[in-house]
Nanobody, 127 residues
Framework: QPQLVESGGGLVQPGGSLTLSCAASGVGLDYNAIFWFRQAPGKNREAVSCVSASGTNTHSADSMKGRFIIARDSDNNTGYLQMNDLTAEDTAVYYC????????????????????WGKGTPVNVSS
């Protein structure tokens, strides 16, 4: 059964950093772009960042550019989201997701019609 499992969330102080992981099992990611989404309390889910199947291209929402770095490790079938300079506004449940694509260099957070979701990992930015 294909599944994605996020980890690495937790409590972090403002200005701190956190790295989330997304481990895939039962599915190869060679032809899948990896996306990260987040949903803050009382708000809609929003796309944060994505990395292409090839790992060569990334795309992030404007508010995350320069602070969040997305990456993938194809050998270990895992995606990562490094989050820096966190603020209380970054408090949310973070989800990873995948979208299959034959264009291995493609990803676009404005077109996140993903197919497989993880269950999420909570991130709480608070002093």
């Amino acid at each position: 059964q294909p599944q994605l499992v996020e980890s690495g969330g937790g409590l972090v102080q403002p200005g701190g950093s956190l790295t989330l992981s997304c481990a895939a099992s039962g599915v190869g990611l060679d032809y899948n772009a990896i996306f990260w989404f987040r949903q803050a309390p009382g708000k809609n889910r929003e796309a944060v960042s994505c990395v292409s199947a090839s790992g060569t291209n990334t795309h992030s929402a404007d508010s995350m550019k320069g602070r969040f770095i997305i990456a993938r490790d194809s050998d270990n079938n895992t995606g990562y989201l490094q989050m820096n300079d966190l603020t209380a506004e970054d408090t949310a449940v973070y989800y990873c997701a995948t979208k299959s694509t034959f264009v291995r260099t493609w990803c676009d957070v404005r077109s996140p019609s993903v197919e497989l979701w993880g269950k999420g990992t909570p991130v709480n930015v608070s002093s």
